[in-house]
């Protein structure tokens, strides 16, 4: 009987370790996606245009907006989204300041 329940319970183990497999991955590519989102590097803030600039803050506040009335619900998955995202929009606005303060200076 030892070998019987050991063949039975393999499968089992095996099936579940790769639902597991499933859900880590799956979570891991939604983290990813989110964070890719919230966190935008400074290299690629630099990159933009002005109007893209723009875009993004504006964006990024609507978002924030949005994660701290879930905060105030107490339906936040992340907190920490809303530290990366006051983030992101301090990195865009100081962008914005040294572009302008570049332009002042050449005119």
Do not use: W
């Amino acid at each position: 009987m030892g070998t019987n329940q050991t063949a039975l319970t393999e499968p089992i183990t095996e099936q579940s370790d790769q639902v597991g497999e499933t859900r880590i991955a799956t979570t891991a590519a939604a983290t990813e996606v989110e964070i890719a989102r919230i966190a935008l590097d400074y290299d690629e803030i630099c990159s933009m245009n002005d109007e893209q600039l723009a875009f993004s803050l504006r964006e990024a506040q609507q978002e924030l907006f949005r994660l701290r009335f879930q905060a105030a619900t107490e339906k936040l998955d992340a907190p920490s989204n809303l530290m990366k995202l006051r983030r992101e929009i301090a990195r865009i606005k100081t962008i914005q300041r040294e572009r302008e303060l570049a332009a002042t200076v050449t005119t």
